[in-house]
């Protein structure tokens, strides 16, 4: 016949000492950043719509032997024509 062992005791612990139920778990340490003397990308370049137009609705722009024309529209949306 088998005779099921019974429950399992609970650890005992030193005087003082609690164990705490539903602790929220620590946030891990902070990734390291990339390895020593990888290159980051450079930041993007960022400007504004009013520094490059200079207060034109409309501005040409020579891209590889290409004109586009950047105009502005009546609703203040930006459009790019070949």
């Excluded at 609970?10 to 891990?28: C, H, I, R």
């Excluded at 105009?71 to 949306?77: A, C």
Aim: glycine share 8%; aromatic share 4%; with cysteine.
């Amino acid at each position: 016949m088998f005779c099921w062992p019974g429950p399992t005791p609970l650890p005992s612990f030193p005087a003082g000492d609690q164990m705490v139920m539903n602790e929220p778990t620590p946030n891990p340490p902070p990734s390291p950043g990339p390895p020593s003397g990888s290159k980051l990308p450079a930041p993007q370049r960022r400007i504004s719509s009013s520094d490059l137009l200079a207060g034109d609705r409309e501005i040409l722009i020579d891209h590889q032997g290409e004109t586009y024309r950047l105009s502005v529209t009546r609703s203040g949306k930006l459009i790019l024509h070949k």
